[in-house]
Nanobody, 115 residues
Framework: VQLVESGGGLVQPGGSLRLSCAAS????????MSWYRQAPGNERELVAS????????YYGESVKGRFTISRDNAKNTVLLQMNSLKPEDTAVYYC?????????WGQGTQVTVSS
């Protein structure tokens, strides 16, 4: 299983970024996918999740209405569209899946929201 994130960077408050996670090594369309984030000194927190078929999503309270998770099962890709970014969204963002009772993580991509 391999998860590779991209799309992070530096953005001003109020701006937008789109993160992408390319998955390989497993049957992507069979598994739910999630985005987590971890800021310095904080625990890793769940940002958003999407079911294997994309029919249902979940969002953490702090990102509801601003972030959108989606997936393309034909391209083995999960996306996180982040709008109206705030300084408190600054963190390393990780792609995640759970397969056969084991958690898999990408290497993370840094998102920094600052003026």
């Amino acid at each position: 299983v391999q998860l590779v994130e991209s799309g992070g960077g530096l953005v001003q408050p109020g701006g937008s970024l789109r993160l992408s996670c390319a998955a390989s090594g497993f049957t992507f369309s069979n598994y739910a996918m999630s985005w987590y984030r971890q800021a310095p000194g904080n625990e890793r927190e769940l940002v958003a999740s999407i079911t294997n078929g994309g029919g249902a999503t979940y969002y953490g309270e702090s990102v509801k209405g601003r972030f959108t998770i989606s997936r393309d099962n034909a391209k083995n890709t999960v996306l996180l569209q982040m709008n109206s970014l705030k300084p408190e969204d600054t963190a390393v963002y990780y792609c995640h899946t759970r397969r056969l009772a084991r958690d898999y993580w990408g290497q993370g991509t840094q998102v920094t929201v600052s003026s």
